[in-house]
């Protein structure tokens, strides 16, 4: 992999859109590599997630960031929303800008839409970069995380509620202290992250009411046998940590990497490191080609 000088700053192209499954998809192009890069995010999410990050990655690979349907300048179709409609807009993406085979990054839903296109559309992926994507479906029934996950149930509900009365703000704060960051974390998020979660709010019921939400069959996770990263912070809740864990058992090419003091954006609270784990494992790869 060719990589320019880290002063050299990566050209990034303005917003552009792209009519693709049906649906008008917001996107930027940062670098000039060869190698391709598709970033997905997660819930509440908007392609700025990424912005702390784009510039680091952009000195060696070509960095697509998208809103995915619904968000933000993307286009909101009416109806109910699934992963598996966000799965086919990534596909369609990747082929109506030309870029497959390409690698594929995701943050918690993100990474779950980037790990079902590996399933189902290996032919368009290079490799995975995950963090943290929300499988419950690996979840031991049994087991403490996946009784700690069910006892959420009520505190989802109430922010779904409060979606519903158009209290978007008090949902996403909620959502941060309660279920994604822990206690204060709201007031810890930059103020362009905490607004992009409040725009999107209105995305989350489609996610949460999804009629196959989470779930994968193993036997198709572990088919796969293209590169993956598996990324996860020490400050996760343990219900990722055991997630990420079964994915090891299944994915045994996967690198598995822990940031240190991170938690479930890294991305946004620890960019440089994220950076470098990334940078690290792609140029290994690409090498190795």
């Given at each position: 992999?060719?990589?320019?000088?880290?002063?050299?700053?990566?050209?990034?192209?303005?917003?552009?859109?792209?009519?693709?499954?049906?649906?008008?998809?917001?996107?930027?192009?940062?670098?000039?590599?060869?190698?391709?890069?598709?970033?997905?995010?997660g819930?509440?999410?908007?392609?700025?997630?990424?912005?702390?990050?784009?510039s680091?990655?952009?000195?060696?690979?070509?960095?697509?960031?998208?809103?995915?349907?619904?968000?933000?300048?993307?286009?909101?179709?009416?109806?109910?929303?699934?992963?598996?409609?966000?799965?086919?807009?990534?596909?369609?993406?990747?082929e109506?800008?030309?870029?497959?085979?390409?690698?594929?990054?995701?943050?918690?839903?993100?990474?779950?839409?980037?790990?079902?296109?590996?399933?189902?559309?290996?032919?368009?992926?290079?490799?995975?970069?995950?963090?943290?994507?929300?499988?419950?479906?690996?979840?031991?029934?049994?087991?403490?995380?996946?009784?700690?996950?069910?006892?959420?149930?009520?505190?989802?509900?109430?922010?779904?509620?409060?979606?519903?009365?158009?209290?978007?703000a008090?949902?996403?704060?909620?959502?941060?202290?309660?279920v994604?960051?822990?206690?204060?974390?709201?007031?810890?998020?930059?103020?362009?992250?905490?607004?992009?979660?409040?725009?999107?709010?209105?995305?989350?019921?489609?996610?949460?009411?999804?009629?196959q939400?989470?779930?994968?069959?193993?036997?198709?996770?572990?088919?796969?046998?293209?590169?993956?990263?598996?990324?996860?912070?020490?400050?996760?809740?343990?219900?990722?940590?055991?997630?990420?864990?079964?994915l090891?058992?299944?994915?045994?090419?996967?690198?598995?990497?822990?940031?240190?003091?991170?938690?479930?954006?890294?991305?946004?609270?620890?960019?440089?490191?994220?950076?470098?784990?990334?940078?690290?494992?792609?140029?290994?790869?690409?090498?190795?080609?």
């Open positions: 992999m060719a990589a320019t000088s880290a002063t050299t700053t990566a050209h990034r192209g303005g917003t552009e859109f792209a009519d693709v499954n049906g649906v008008r998809l917001a996107y930027e192009v940062t670098g000039d590599s060869d190698v391709p890069l598709v970033a997905v995010h819930a509440w999410g908007t392609l700025g997630n990424w912005d702390r990050v784009v680091g990655l952009a000195r060696q690979v070509r960095v697509v960031a998208y809103d995915r349907r619904g968000h933000t300048s993307s286009e909101r179709p009416p109806g109910q929303d699934s992963y598996h409609q966000d799965v086919d807009d990534l596909a369609a993406l990747i109506h800008l030309g870029l497959a085979p390409i690698w594929v990054m995701g943050l918690s839903s993100g990474a779950f839409i980037a790990l079902l296109l590996a399933t189902t559309r290996p032919e368009l992926v290079r490799g995975i970069i995950l963090h943290e994507p929300p499988v419950w479906s690996l979840l031991d029934a049994r087991g403490p995380e996946a009784e700690s996950l069910q006892a959420m149930a009520p505190t989802l509900a109430s922010i779904l509620d409060r979606i519903a009365a158009g209290d978007h008090g949902a996403a704060e909620q959502f941060t202290d309660e994604m960051l822990g206690p204060g974390g709201w007031a810890g998020l930059p103020h362009d992250v905490r607004e992009g979660m409040i725009t999107n709010a209105a995305t989350v019921p489609d996610e949460l009411t999804d009629p939400p989470w779930s994968i069959d193993e036997h198709a996770i572990a088919g796969y046998r293209g590169p993956v990263l598996l990324t996860s912070g020490d400050h996760s809740p343990p219900v990722h940590t055991a997630v990420t864990q079964r090891t058992e299944l994915l045994p090419q996967a690198e598995d990497v822990v940031c240190p003091g991170a938690g479930h954006i890294p991305h946004v609270t620890h960019p440089d490191e994220y950076v470098r784990h990334v940078l690290s494992f792609l140029s290994t790869r690409e090498h190795a080609e």
